[in-house]
């Protein structure tokens, strides 16, 4: 939390930055005080939707036509795999899905690199660690809500 002081008739930018890591809508409160007027409160709502597909990796099958995100100049798109099956047929393939989500990976580094002090920021940076799984980790485990915490630890 950042605390912004004015002098009278001046103005300031204040800059927010939201960064979801699950669906659905969430808030913040802005106070303004003032000692002569009182208090302003602004509530900002942010609403994640889903997120952008991921890439898919690529497969040996003679059933693929395509895989649009591996097509060159189709990074804007998202990604589709054209499959090929004959009218009243069955088809059957093994996907291939990544063990780890990149998006989410690069998200949970971002979040842990503003949290941190200048300090750290520049050590972690010199040694190369700015998105080391242990960062990740430690900001994974703090961004998880209580139903997340608690259906985590009951599995």
């Known amino acids: ?6 002098e009278r008739e001046s ?5 927010l930055q ?15 005080f003032n000692e002569q007027i009182g208090e302003f409160v602004y509530l900002v709502e942010g609403t994640c939707g889903l997120p952008l597909p991921s890439g898919l990796l690529p497969m ?3 059933n693929v036509l395509s895989i649009s995100s591996l097509l060159e100049g189709q ?10 099956c004959c009218l009243s047929s069955r088809l059957e393939e093994n996907l ?14 971002l979040a842990a690199q503003q949290r941190m002090s200048a300090v750290e920021y520049e ?10 799984s242990s960062v990740r980790v430690a900001v994974a485990t ?3 809500s209580r139903v997340e915490v608690k259906t985590r630890w009951t599995e």
């Open 1 to 6: 939390m950042e605390a912004v002081f004015l």
């Open 11 to 15: 103005s300031a930018t204040l800059e």
């Open 18 to 32: 939201y960064l979801p890591f699950n669906v659905g809508k969430r808030y913040c409160a802005i106070i303004l």
């Open 60 to 62: 040996d099958s003679p």
């Open 75 to 84: 990074s804007e798109r998202e990604p589709v795999l054209f499959l090929r």
């Open 96 to 109: 291939k899905i990544p063990l780890i989500n990149e998006a989410r990976e690069k998200a949970l580094a």
């Open 123 to 132: 050590r972690r940076l010199v040694t190369g660690t700015l998105e080391s």
């Open 142 to 144: 703090l961004g998880l």
